[in-house]
């Protein structure tokens, strides 16, 4: 193996590079045969939808397919009606494109693809076809001929060819997340939660999510995993993403014991080191040794179950978090072991799936969506107007482009250093393809020879186009040199003419960048606020009507993961650092939790939970506005009486257990710092068991 910059380049690498080299050569020797009218088309397709692994370039191209037959459609629709009005033209065709380009930033499934390029086909069809709108027809299905020619010889090829298969890549991810995932419990059970590692391990396991649940989504595109499979590896992650929180709860109940008058009573300090043998015993663990471990938790959990003092109430409450963490991690074991032996089915006793189960409902950003779309729409029409103010000829290219550009580079937070390498990239591959097309190709004769002049430099590219580092630099060269050197079947190496069908590309993404350097630039800590918001908007709702909990967890953790990497980029002292969303989301959860027992509460109780949850809508849709409110002392009283009014065991349903659960997390969530809850009327009672 070497590295190119800190990129490994190895076996899977190199033949990915030469199976991608030569499906292009196949899409381009088909279209030289069949005399296309862009040959190049059908080459850049090969590389543009491939992938390393098979499911992701299976639908990267089943939605390809399908936006360019859209996209087509679309263009053959608008350009012969309002060709003699190019400015409605132009407006028509920004409005499809930004309409296409804002849902494609919504949907964060492999789906997005399909409304990208049903956008911007519309645009490359279309203006090719403005000089000519008699024959758009014809434009739109050689386009759509190449683009399947491409397709079809990628897909055959990387099927064929060692395919290499979502399902071990996954596998070995997801071995990689538990082995972090126990590294962390272990912390957590021994009392450093706190520690800076730990905090680290929470933060990767959360970002590293984001890339497992984008791994599954490529699941129903590999043919090579069987559905009983992919059920149970989208049913882990379930629980794998339920453990971020769950982890986070059971760290804070230990260190809240650690900080208390005695500390952690002794039989809860061996029971949290039995536990994490337990959990250290990995996939060997003995089942009679966990039914021990429950039977104890059951003993500790009556025995303060009817105490009033604060101390006894963490002890309850983590009573609760041991028992729920020790289930999740028998089912993750459970999934494993399925996947690993390739057992059929899901197992029946997941005792915890209905609390996590439900769609991945992500992230979404409707206002930074928007920002983008405008962007890319003022970038379009600006490159429209400089076309058709100045009469250039072949102005099309640049505004062609310059859509394209301003799409892809305007979905990261700032895309101006992206779109600069772009930019450099273009300049590069421009003086590249001047050498091929004015030194190389004249002295050559024969499809053989081309391919042999052509695999240097696209093997090295192909190569470079299976790191994740390199990827969007080795794309980028590889789809301008397609560009620039416009094979076809009749070779041209006219100077003029080269510059002439050139310029415009380079002229986009100058004119791409500067439009995205003015509109569309993201600061970290206003992105990472952002995502903040959305998370106390989201816990307000919770408060106000109750939601699934799974579908929130899931949510919730999928913002953490994507807000990690932009705290890396803030100092320490912003407002972003300040913000404890691992505490947000245990709260929300807390609340979750509480609202999915309103119906099982007795009268008092229901109307204990009612104030509750209306103070707490009140404090988060407050932080919305000043981010950073701190909860208010008559929020604490209201979360101190609502436990009071619960603490009698004789008098409180089994709802009403949950509801004091939820209110002894949701005080340690929003108040970790106050002294210690202090009964005023109580009358001590044990638990009639």
């Not at 404890?580 to 245990?586: F, K, M, S």
């Amino acid at each position: 193996m070497i590295k190119v910059a800190g990129a490994p380049i190895g076996r899977d690498e190199l033949i990915f590079s030469l199976k991608t080299f030569f499906a292009s050569m196949l899409a381009l020797w088909i279209a030289f045969r069949f005399n296309f009218s862009k040959p190049s088309w059908a080459m850049a397709t090969v590389y543009i939808v491939s992938q390393p692994l098979s499911g992701a370039m299976t639908s990267k191209a089943f939605y390809r397919v399908g936006g360019t037959f859209i996209g087509a459609a679309v263009t053959v629709l608008l350009v012969p009606n309002l060709v003699n009005a190019p400015v409605l033209l132009c407006l028509a065709l920004a409005g499809w494109l930004g309409l296409c380009f804002f849902v494609s930033q919504l949907d964060r499934t492999p789906r997005s693809y399909f409304f990208l390029l049903a956008g911007y086909t519309a645009a490359i069809i279309g203006f090719v076809s403005v000089g000519n709108p008699g024959s758009t027809f014809d434009t739109a299905v050689l386009r759509v001929q190449e683009i399947i020619l491409g397709i079809v010889c990628a897909a055959v090829v990387n099927r064929v060819v060692f395919p290499r298969h979502v399902g071990p890549e996954l596998t070995a991810r997801i071995d990689g997340w538990l082995a972090d995932a126990e590294r962390w419990t272990l912390d957590v059970l021994s009392g450093h939660s706190a520690d800076t590692a730990s905090q680290a391990d929470a933060q990767k396991m959360a970002a590293d999510t984001v890339g497992l649940v984008a791994l599954i989504s490529y699941l129903p595109y590999d043919t090579s995993v069987p559905p009983h499979a992919r059920e149970q590896l989208t049913v882990l992650e379930q629980h794998m993403t339920a453990l971020v929180p769950l982890l986070s709860a059971v760290g804070d109940r230990i260190e809240a014991l650690q900080q208390s008058a005695g500390g952690i009573p002794l039989r809860m300090r061996s029971l949290l080191d039995r536990v994490s043998a337990w959990i250290d015993d990995g996939m060997e663990a003995e089942a009679e040794t966990a039914e021990r471990l429950r039977w104890e938790i059951c003993r500790i959990d009556r025995s303060v179950r009817g105490e009033a003092d604060w101390r006894s109430l963490l002890e309850f409450n983590l009573c609760l978090r041991l028992w729920d963490l020790m289930d999740m991690w028998e089912d993750c074991r459970v999934l494993r072991r399925a996947v690993a032996t390739g057992s059929d089915g899901i197992p029946g006793h997941l005792e915890t799936a209905a609390r996590i189960a439900g769609e991945p409902k992500l992230h979404r950003d409707y206002g930074a969506a928007a920002v983008s779309t405008f962007a890319a729409l003022v970038g379009m029409l600006t490159a429209c107007a400089f076309w058709i103010g100045t009469g250039w000829n072949d102005g099309w290219l640049a505004a062609q482009l310059t859509a394209i550009f301003c799409c892809i580079f305007s979905v990261t937070d700032n895309p101006v250093p992206i779109h600069k390498a772009h930019v450099w990239t273009m300049l590069a591959t421009f003086s590249v393809g001047a050498f091929y097309t004015f030194r190389i190709l004249p002295r050559i004769d024969g499809f053989p020879m081309l391919v042999m002049v052509m695999a240097p430099y696209f093997l090295v590219c192909g190569a470079l186009l299976a790191t994740n580092k390199w990827r969007p630099i080795a794309l980028d060269g590889i789809i301008n040199s397609c560009i620039f050197l416009n094979l076809e079947a009749a070779l041209n190496p006219d100077v003029d003419y080269y510059i002439n069908n050139n310029i415009g590309a380079l002229v986009a993404g100058f004119m791409g960048m500067a439009v995205i350097a003015v509109l569309r630039v993201f600061p970290a800590e206003k992105s990472a606020r952002r995502i903040l918001k959305a998370v106390w908007a989201d816990v307000a709702r919770l408060a106000d009507r109750g939601a699934e909990s799974g579908v929130f967890v899931r949510r919730m953790v999928d913002r953490l993961g994507l807000l990690v990497p932009r705290l890396a980029a803030l100092p320490e002292g912003s407002e972003a650092h300040a913000a404890d969303l691992l505490a947000d989301l245990r709260a929300g959860l807390n609340i979750a939790d509480a609202q999915r027992e309103q119906t099982g509460l007795s009268d008092n109780e229901a109307e204990t939970a009612g104030t509750l949850m209306a103070a707490l809508k009140a404090h988060f849709r407050a932080k919305l506005s000043n981010p950073r409110l701190q909860p208010s002392p008559s929020l604490l009283a209201e979360i101190d009486g609502a436990i009071e009014r619960l603490l009698d065991p004789a008098l409180r349903s089994g709802a009403g257990t949950t509801l004091l659960h939820a209110g002894i997390g949701l005080r340690r969530c929003l108040f970790p710092g106050e002294a210690p809850f202090q009964a005023t009327a109580w009358h001590n009672q044990n638990d009639p068991v």
